[in-house]
């Protein structure tokens, strides 16, 4: 039987991806497990391999061709299989994913309300009416997750209940921001609600975007969450002057948040600045802690990347960010200009780079890592899994090695041929470790 070749999905946003280079051609002997193409993505360029043994009997997509997400790109037949033409383009035409087709059901002679995103005021509180609210915090439903029908995009107490129902076996993607100590802060939230959850937290310059591919092959049956840190991403940046962008102080803007967004407690996935702040959560706010899984983090020793320090000190745009992206990946394949851009627009955003170099002064100086909790590492229970990159440029190898020892329930996981940013360099692998670590505390 004919084995379709699929455009994978590599993350909890990715609708489509680029075919650049076939490794293999049409009349090709090809073995399960075996490359065949080369896909680039907003995030990366990954090979996407063969599902089955035999013979690569069709070519969909060419070079060049975008191509949505689940739909073929090749036909693999078994040794000897024998199609048609007419049967293989039968064959791809049925597997091309069918536009949905919006259906409005009518009952008992009752028009159906217009459902469509709430709207906001000035200051970011979601349209909602006074009872809508007290129902809501009831039932424990997220208002920021609910569609409107009432008047003007306003949430009725019907809109909260339909919610209440069905909401939260909702498992599609939905973004939106959670208010945090007085803060906005920006937010994606996907998987099964009974899921365990695992929130993601990224690090330096960087933003949720980091952790997509991880996070999509974790959703099926977790509850993963991810949010960008204050001067990040699309959340808020306020002036240094007035908001303190120590470790401390992010750590607590995420404890606020969790709870607001009825996200915890949680096993925290931490990268680089966003695991020092993983570890101040487990010190001040163990409660909200179920698990560790720091990844090349900060906060495990006092060594820093005085090339990292240097470009924090230059101007913000694609120069900038191309540079740190280059000190980041051991794979320089994976400096793309996508991610180039898109770090770049971080940093140029109003209040962009002044917050983020304000949160890299804050946590480093050229004397090392300055953040006060190195001493207290023995003091964290909570199960720990660490993640490194054994060819980091960044942080060195040393800390996660002395950390695995100092931590009292800590396991290290060694990658060698990899960099600063194991969840884009090695994303399946990274995936992988993190399921086999949740799910070992659930047994």
């Known amino acids: 039987m004919p084995n379709l070749v699929k455009m994978p999905k590599w993350g909890l946003t990715?609708?489509?991806?680029?075919?650049?280079?076939?490794?293999?051609?049409?009349?090709?002997?090809?073995?399960?497990g075996e490359p065949l193409l080369t896909v680039e993505t907003e995030k990366a360029i990954n090979d996407v391999e063969a599902p089955a043994s035999g013979l690569l009997r069709k070519i969909v997509a060419v070079s060049g061709e975008e191509v949505a997400v689940s739909s073929p790109v090749?036909?693999?037949?078994?040794?000897?299989?024998?199609?048609?033409?007419?049967?293989?383009?039968?064959?791809?035409?049925?597997?091309?994913?069918?536009?949905?087709?919006?259906?409005a059901v009518v009952g008992g002679g009752k028009a159906v309300r217009e459902r469509r995103q709430a709207t906001r005021d000035e200051t970011g509180r979601?349209?909602?009416?006074?009872?809508?609210?007290?129902?809501?915090?009831?039932?424990?439903?997220?208002?920021?997750?609910?569609?409107?029908?009432?008047?003007?995009?306003?949430?009725?107490?019907?809109?909260?209940?339909?919610?209440?129902?069905?909401?939260?076996?909702?498992?599609?993607?939905?973004t939106d921001y959670v208010e945090a100590e007085g803060l906005r802060l920006f937010s994606i939230v996907a998987g099964p609600a009974g899921g365990q959850r695992l929130v993601f937290l990224h690090g330096l310059s960087g933003s949720f975007s980091t952790w997509q591919v991880v996070m999509g092959e974790l959703a099926d049956r977790y509850r993963v969450a991810a949010i960008d840190l204050p001067g990040h991403g699309q959340s808020d940046k306020p002036e240094p002057a007035t908001f303190d962008y120590g470790v401390p102080s992010l750590a607590k803007s995420i404890a606020?948040?969790?709870?607001?967004?009825?996200?915890?407690?949680?096993?925290?996935?931490?990268?680089?600045?966003?695991?020092?702040v993983s570890l101040q959560l487990a010190l001040k706010y163990p409660n909200t802690i179920l698990g560790l899984v720091l990844v090349n983090s900060a906060g495990l020793g006092t060594e820093i990347?005085?090339?990292?320090?240097?470009?924090?000190?230059?101007?913000?745009?694609?120069?900038?960010?191309?540079?740190?992206?280059?000190?980041?990946?051991?794979?320089q394949a994976l400096v793309l200009e996508r991610g180039v851009d898109e770090m770049a627009q971080g940093q140029l955003s109003e209040g962009g780079w002044k917050a983020q170099r304000a949160t890299a002064a804050a946590a480093f100086s050229s004397n090392g890592q300055t953040i006060d909790d190195?001493?207290?590492?023995?003091?964290?229970?909570?199960?720990?899994?660490?993640?490194?990159?054994?060819?980091?440029?960044v942080i060195p190898v040393d800390h996660a090695i002395h950390a695995a020892g100092v931590m009292?329930?800590?396991?290290?996981?060694?990658?060698?041929a990899v960099g600063h940013v194991p969840q884009v360099e090695a994303a399946t692998v990274v995936s992988h470790a993190i399921d086999r670590f949740a799910r070992s505390l659930s047994e």
């Not at 009292?408 to 060698?416: E, G, N, Q, S, Y």
């Open 126 to 174: 979601v349209n909602a009416s006074p009872a809508a609210r007290r129902l809501a915090q009831e039932h424990g439903v997220d208002l920021t997750l609910i569609e409107a029908t009432g008047p003007g995009g306003r949430i009725t107490s019907d809109d909260v209940e339909r919610a209440a129902s069905t909401q939260h076996d909702d498992p599609s993607p939905r």
């Open 374 to 393: 190195l001493n207290r590492l023995s003091e964290i229970m909570s199960p720990t899994l660490i993640v490194w990159g054994a060819k980091d440029r």
């Open 74 to 103: 090749a036909v693999i037949t078994a040794p000897g299989e024998e199609l048609t033409d007419d049967d293989l383009d039968a064959l791809i035409a049925s597997a091309a994913p069918r536009a949905a087709t919006a259906v």
């Open 305 to 331: 990347s005085p090339e990292l320090l240097a470009m924090m000190d230059q101007e913000p745009g694609p120069s900038t960010a191309r540079a740190l992206l280059q000190l980041f990946f051991e794979d």
């Open 408 to 416: 009292p329930d800590a396991t290290l996981k060694l990658l060698p």
């Open 14 to 32: 990715m609708t489509a991806g680029t075919v650049t280079d076939w490794i293999r051609q049409e009349g090709d002997e090809v073995s399960e």
């Open 256 to 276: 606020a948040a969790l709870q607001n967004a009825n996200l915890g407690p949680a096993i925290f996935v931490g990268h680089s600045l966003g695991g020092a």
